[in-house]
């Protein structure tokens, strides 16, 4: 069964520094997105992303975080300057097309804030 | 905010029947119930959907009562990888959002 891949599995950073999770999509999906999860609470929604522009973003996703698909194959979420409240569970997920039933989540990449 | 309240926690013994509840009191007619889980800060895991009707598939069971303000997940035999935090969602797949809104979930414990 297709899978969607995340890397790395964990980063470690210092604070102020500025920070790449990657994800690859099930070839033919669409529809992209980052979730986090904060250890402890809620998964949350970040950012949908389709047709190479931000579909819909949450008040998380500030001015610090901004994603791409830079070679039409990699879905990138980058922070600029972390903060320790960025350490969490970052996870990308996809679907194939709107109002497809399922979103396919990745392993997450664990994100540590020093 | 998650539109669906569930109990934060249940326990299953190995082999019998789970049953996870979920109360979605205001659903529209629209929206879909969701169930996902989420194994020990994995990526969360698509287990089944459905509209009004019953829903079944290899992991699960999905009951809706007649009025949708309800419904139950049914893992039939329950293992101790089904241990697991349980999301109950309802979105509308055709509405102007795709994103899924996460509540607490139920996280269910198989003993064996």
């Known amino acids: 069964e297709p899978e969607v891949t995340q890397t790395p599995s964990h980063q470690v950073t210092q604070m102020g520094q500025e920070v790449i999770l990657r994800c690859v999509p099930i070839?033919?999906?669409?529809?992209f997105y980052w979730y986090r999860q904060i250890l402890g609470q809620k998964v949350e929604f970040l950012v949908s992303f389709y047709n190479n522009e931000i579909s819909e973003k949450s008040e998380i996703f500030d001015d610090q975080f901004s994603v791409e698909r830079p070679d039409g194959s990699n879905f990138t979420l980058k922070i600029r300057s972390t903060k320790l409240e960025d350490s969490a569970m970052y996870f990308c997920a996809t679907h194939r097309d709107r109002g497809s039933d399922t979103q396919y989540f990745g392993p997450g990449t664990r994100l540590t804030v020093l | 905010d998650a539109k669906t309240t569930q109990p934060p926690s249940m326990d299953c013994a190995e082999g019998r029947a789970a049953n996870l509840p979920c109360n979605h009191s205001t659903i529209s007619g629209n929206e879909y119930v969701y169930w996902y889980r989420q194994i020990h800060s994995q990526g969360p895991q698509y287990i089944i959907h459905g509209l009004k009707n019953n829903e079944t598939n290899e992991m699960a069971s999905l009951i809706i009562t007649e009025d949708r303000k309800s419904s139950t997940l049914i893992l039939p035999h329950a293992t101790l990888r089904d241990t697991a935090v349980y999301y109950c969602i309802v979105r509308d797949p055709q509405g102007g959002s795709e994103k899924l809104v996460f509540g607490k979930g139920t996280k269910l414990t198989v003993n064996p």
């Open positions: 070839s033919n999906h669409l529809y």
